[in-house]
């Protein structure tokens, strides 16, 4: 509609300039020397306007051609970034939709052209190591690196990535150390240090960026709470494995007090001290975890642990009666304590009792060697064959309550 009403706006201006032209058309006289020229106002007005529009014309003409070498060559150079946007975005759908051989191909064959040329080389680098070909995708990271060399830790960061993936742990770690040490804090250098940390079994290193990791919120809390113990676990075992009861205890101080009041940490650390002959040192451990809330698990432990001063062994599990007089567990674990101490009459009592309330092989493996210790054989053959008809009935959750055990076994638990 605008256009419309500009077209009715010149006719108009130019009917009144008609009309104003037609009652007084007026004249132009030009004179050079003896030579003179007149034509009407009207005609001198048309012929300026004609004349400025041809030169414009002429100009814009000249012009155009003069930067017709350029314009052809941005005109080009556009086709090609068209083009080059076209192959690329082909090539991150073939990528996204796991066909890595089309996605190499389309994502290389105008990355030259392409204004993302990162883009085109990273993602071409990951389909090569989805192929298998650690040769093409080092090159295509090598032409990332030259395209854009302020790029360089991107480029680094997903060699390192792709390097651990491929299992390349040694190539992978000179990396990441070198961007660890220039950005200690990015997330997901953290991530994949954690990663091949644990890939090389490197519990030591891993600990280290433990504090790191919580910091920065690399893993959710749950995994970054598994992800704990188990170097904590494994830290300890190791220094069970070497036979140092010394650097186990520095271990195991060294962890945060979380950790040593959580009661599967405790029991691993219970029986690698049992492993290495440090009874004592178990005794006192279970019963500072036991202090901080009760468990099963460990209180079955404590009941198959023996150690020097026997009667304040005895008097702290009794302790734990309190609340739990109904427990079969400290029951069974209380009858083993009096057995030890040769309190026959308390530990049957202890014993019948936990059975009358839970029916377990161990209780009746314990019942029958107490009977062979007071020289009853009959009872003795008798809780041996009821303890023997529920073990293939039993499927219990933790490695400590598998029936019988007798507590010569334990070290060999760990």
């Given at each position: 509609?605008?256009?419309?009403?500009?077209?009715?706006?010149?006719?108009?201006?130019?009917?009144?300039?008609?009309?104003?032209?037609?009652?007084?058309?007026?004249?132009?006289?030009?004179?050079?020397?003896?030579?003179?020229?007149e034509l009407?106002?009207?005609?001198?007005?048309?012929?300026?306007?004609?004349?400025?529009?041809?030169?414009?014309?002429?100009?814009?003409?000249?012009f155009g051609l003069w930067g017709m070498p350029g314009s052809l060559r941005r005109w080009?150079?556009?086709?090609?970034?068209?083009?080059?946007?076209?192959?690329?975005?082909?090539?991150?759908?073939?990528?996204?939709?796991?066909?890595?051989?089309?996605?190499?191909?389309?994502?290389?064959?105008?990355a030259f052209?392409?204004?993302?040329?990162?883009?085109?080389?990273?993602?071409?680098?990951?389909?090569?190591?989805?192929?298998?070909?650690?040769?093409?995708?080092?090159?295509?990271?090598?032409?990332?690196?030259?395209?854009?060399a302020n790029a360089s830790f991107a480029v680094e960061l997903t060699q390192a990535e792709l390097q651990l993936t491929h299992g390349q742990l040694p190539q992978s770690l000179v990396i990441l150390l070198r961007l660890h040490a220039a950005s200690p804090k990015h997330p997901h250098v953290l991530y994949l240090l954690a990663r091949l940390y644990e890939l090389l079994r490197n519990w030591a290193e891993l600990k280290q960026i433990l504090p790191a990791l919580r910091k920065r919120a690399v893993y959710s809390l749950e995994a970054l709470n598994q992800l704990e113990q188990k170097v904590y676990r494994e830290l300890l075992t190791i220094a069970t494995q070497r036979g140092k009861p010394d650097e186990l205890a520095a271990q195991w101080k060294d962890l945060p007090r979380a950790q040593q009041q959580n009661p599967d940490m405790a029991r691993h650390y219970v029986r690698c001290l049992l492993t290495l002959e440090q009874t004592d040192q178990a005794?006192?451990?279970?019963?500072?975890?036991?202090?901080?809330?009760?468990?099963?698990?460990?209180?079955?432990?404590?009941?198959?642990?023996?150690?020097?001063?026997?009667?304040?062994?005895?008097a702290a599990a009794e302790t734990w009666l309190s609340g739990n007089e109904n427990n079969p567990v400290l029951l069974?674990?209380?009858?083993?304590?009096?057995?030890?101490?040769?309190?026959?009459?308390?530990?049957?009592?202890?014993?019948?009792?936990?059975?009358?309330?839970q029916a377990r092989s161990d209780t009746y493996y314990e019942l029958g060697q107490l009977m062979e210790?007071?020289?009853?054989?009959?009872?003795?053959?008798?809780?041996?064959?009821?303890?023997?008809?529920?073990?293939?009935?039993?499927?219990?959750?933790?490695?400590?309550?598998?029936?019988?055990?007798?507590?010569a076994m334990l070290p060999m638990l760990v």
């Open positions: 509609m605008k256009w419309l009403f500009s077209i009715l706006l010149i006719l108009l201006i130019a009917i009144m300039l008609g009309l104003y032209a037609y009652q007084d058309p007026g004249y132009v006289l030009i004179a050079r020397g003896q030579q003179t020229a009407s106002l009207t005609l001198f007005v048309i012929l300026i306007v004609v004349g400025f529009a041809l030169l414009y014309f002429a100009l814009q003409l000249f080009r150079l556009r086709q090609r970034r068209e083009r080059a946007w076209r192959e690329t975005n082909r090539g991150l759908i073939e990528l996204a939709q796991g066909q890595w051989e089309k996605a190499e191909r389309f994502l290389i064959r105008h052209d392409s204004a993302t040329p990162l883009i085109n080389y990273l993602s071409a680098a990951r389909a090569a190591q989805k192929q298998n070909r650690p040769d093409k995708r080092d090159e295509y990271l090598a032409l990332a690196h030259q395209h854009m005794e006192v451990t279970l019963r500072d975890t036991l202090r901080h809330g009760f468990d099963n698990d460990l209180v079955y432990l404590y009941g198959l642990i023996t150690v020097k001063d026997k009667d304040k062994q005895l069974l674990s209380l009858g083993r304590l009096c057995t030890r101490n040769r309190l026959w009459g308390k530990a049957r009592a202890y014993l019948d009792a936990s059975v009358s309330i210790k007071i020289n009853q054989p009959g009872h003795a053959a008798d809780y041996y064959r009821q303890g023997l008809l529920l073990a293939h009935e039993e499927k219990l959750d933790d490695a400590l309550t598998v029936t019988p055990i007798a507590p």
